[in-house]
């Protein structure tokens, strides 16, 4: 139930942005004297509308996002009524309609950073000092945290029947006991701790020294098999080797929760970081696409693919089912950032197309004004439509390929 719940409350706030995003172009295009005609949440028909002023209000039945309807948009739009050409977008200064048509991004980014900000204060944020890298993780000390089985194969998976019990629980070793010597050999950090396990054989017996609230103690315990590749070489070939069921507790705690004027500078601080990460994020995406594929078709399913609203949803249900409510907000944050990015992209229908041709059409005209020839007046958006209908098709195959992919093969983050 909780799950069905996440899923419905995830897929709430992104109709809810969503329907932000086209307030937001409302809002500035009323705001500069531009003429809105309708907004509407939703697609297709009808369920409920009002009108007031000029604008008509609504709900449609497809909830899959929303419009709304500014008065010449472009020049050659044919729907204008011939009172209304004063108020027309396109007549509007480019500064005027770059604001329009940039704040609908900006309020995917103004909710980020609301949201952002509010956890910040509360919950905490990633912490930067966080061990990421694998060089850093067997930096840290060899404080455990104990598995509940050994997974034989080499791949991540929760715990199933038939798995070996864990050497470590079997110690009655503890989350949080500091490891200092294996079979005699001093441990100080967790990469000695691998190190020191890899000597050894599957089935050998392992004298292991370590300290639990101050006290040293011993125990001994018959190390399990798995498989992994060398500890030098993460891409290499696979082979047993030995295993004591733990990983690490890093000794920086996961997030850092900031006062009221703090909280703003590691805003900003993160939100760089998303920045980038968003980028390069979008810079793969053709790369992604055969892994999409092999996704749908059987293979296995990268969790570095790109995911629909439909595998947002869904995660956001595992987070809500595992009480993971930092995961839901970092999600709904994550996806607003993205949106806010993907609609800036200078391609046609996007926002981003908009403002590329506004400002193209400002540019030309001061180039011909400087050498003297007429301006040739604005840019016919009828000639660009096989590009247009060339974006709306490759997005609509990758939506299909990304939603085919989220519901036959989704990615999970927890074990159900």
């Keep these: 139930m909780s799950y069905l719940l996440g899923v419905v409350l995830f897929a709430l706030a992104i109709l809810i942005s969503v329907s932000l995003h086209e307030a937001g172009h409302m809002l500035t295009a009323k705001m500069f004297g531009m003429k809105v005609t309708r907004y509407f949440v939703g697609f297709g028909p ?19 996002g929303g419009f709304c309807k500014i008065v010449g948009m472009t020049a050659q739009d044919d729907d204008v009524d011939p009172a209304d050409e004063p108020r027309a977008m396109w007549r509007y200064p480019v500064w005027k309609r770059t604001i329009v048509m940039g704040a609908g991004s900006i309020t995917h980014f ?9 956890m910040a204060v509360s919950t ?29 194969e080499n791949v991540a998976r929760a715990c199933a029947p038939g798995d070996p019990a864990s050497p470590a629980v079997q110690a009655q070793l503890r989350d949080g006991d500091r490891i200092t010597s294996v079979n005699g050999t001093p441990i100080s950090t967790y990469g000695q701790l691998l190190t020191t396990l890899r000597s050894l054989k599957p089935g050998d017996t392992a004298k292991i020294d370590y300290v639990r609230d101050g006290q040293p103690a011993t125990t001994s315990t018959v190390l399990a098999k798995t498989e992994r590749a060398p500890l030098d070489d993460p891409k290499g070939a696979v082979t047993p080797v030995a295993a004591l069921g733990v990983g690490i507790v890093p000794s920086t705690p996961t997030r850092v929760t900031y006062g009221v004027v703090g909280a703003f500078g590691a805003t900003a601080d993160f939100t760089g970081d998303m920045a980038v990460g968003t980028v390069q994020a979008l810079q793969r995406i053709p790369q992604k696409v055969p892994a999409l594929w092999t996704a749908i078709t059987g293979g296995e399913r990268d969790a570095d693919t790109p995911i629909s609203v439909v595998g947002a949803s869904r995660l956001g249900g595992e987070a809500v089912e595992n009480n993971a409510w930092f995961l839901f907000f970092m999600l709904f944050v994550s996806l607003n950032f993205f949106i806010g990015v993907f ?22 005209s001061w180039l011909y004004a400087r050498i003297g020839r007429t301006d040739p007046g604005r840019v016919d958006y009828l000639k660009l439509m096989p590009f247009t209908y060339a974006v709306i098709l490759i997005g609509g195959v990758f939506t299909l390929l990304t939603i085919t992919a989220d519901v036959v093969n989704p990615i999970t983050l927890f074990s159900r």
């Design 343 to 364: 609609q800036l992209l200078p391609l046609l229908p996007l926002d981003g197309g908009h403002i590329a041709i506004a400002w193209f059409e400002r540019a030309r």
């Design 110 to 118: 103004a909710l980020a950073l609301g949201t952002l900000w509010i």
């Design 46 to 64: 009808t369920l409920w509308s009002f009108k007031r002023g000029e604008t008509e209000y609504g709900v449609k039945g497809i909830p899959l």
């Design 124 to 152: 905490g944020l990633p912490n930067p000092d966080f061990p990421t890298t694998e060089q850093q993780v067997r930096q840290e000390p060899a404080v455990i945290r104990l598995s509940e089985c050994v997974v034989p």
